[in-house]
């Protein structure tokens, strides 16, 4: 499989969380050279490892935006708050539309399996023509097949091969046909 040819890439990491650290590792080595934009998801600083919704921050500008609500909490447990992730889903498509050479979408998990969440920052991005970096949750690998087949290719959780992959993409779209 040549991965230059898929717009999306999918680090195949062993949880959300190590994903994630990839994502922001590969922030801080690309950013000063291309325009990223998207979420990378970090847990609540009040809750540490114990779980339960995050919070996005806005790589184009650092904005943190919180994904979890007090109220839907229920037995020290934190639920996405859907409408959150909408309002944050429409933040990216905002980047997107300003113009960016990749997105980073931190998940594809339950609220994007049911055509909520980042969904439509994922919808915006592949029809803008804009590869996307991004993780599935291991329970919606299913849906994710569905929506993204044939359009992604699976990534090692390893820098090199993240790397591979978008300098792999980049160049073969900036360079003469």
């Not at 113009?99 to 980042?118: M, P, S």
């Not at 994922?122 to 690998?141: H, K, Q």
């Not at 820098?159 to 900036?174: G, K, L």
């Amino acid at each position: 499989m040549i991965v230059s040819m898929f717009p999306v890439g999918v680090v195949e990491a062993e949880s959300s969380k190590a994903a994630q650290e990839l994502f922001r590792d590969f922030t801080r080595r690309w950013q000063a050279r291309v325009r990223i934009g998207g979420v990378i998801e970090s847990s609540r600083p009040d809750r540490g490892e114990r779980g339960g919704a995050g919070e996005l921050h806005f790589i184009g500008t650092g904005a943190v935006f919180r994904l979890y609500h007090p109220d839907l909490c229920q037995d020290g447990v934190c639920n996405v708050d859907p409408q959150g992730a909408a309002l944050a889903s429409h933040t990216v498509e905002g980047e997107i539309a300003s113009g960016c050479d990749l997105v980073i979408l931190n998940k594809f998990g339950k609220l994007e399996a049911a055509r909520a969440g980042l969904l439509s920052a994922f919808m915006a991005a592949i029809g803008a023509g804009v590869p996307v970096l991004t993780y599935v949750s291991p329970g919606c690998r299913a849906e994710w097949a569905r929506f993204a087949d044939p359009l992604f290719c699976v990534l090692e959780d390893r820098a090199e091969a993240i790397d591979a992959w978008w300098h792999s993409y980049h160049a073969q779209r900036v360079s003469p046909a």
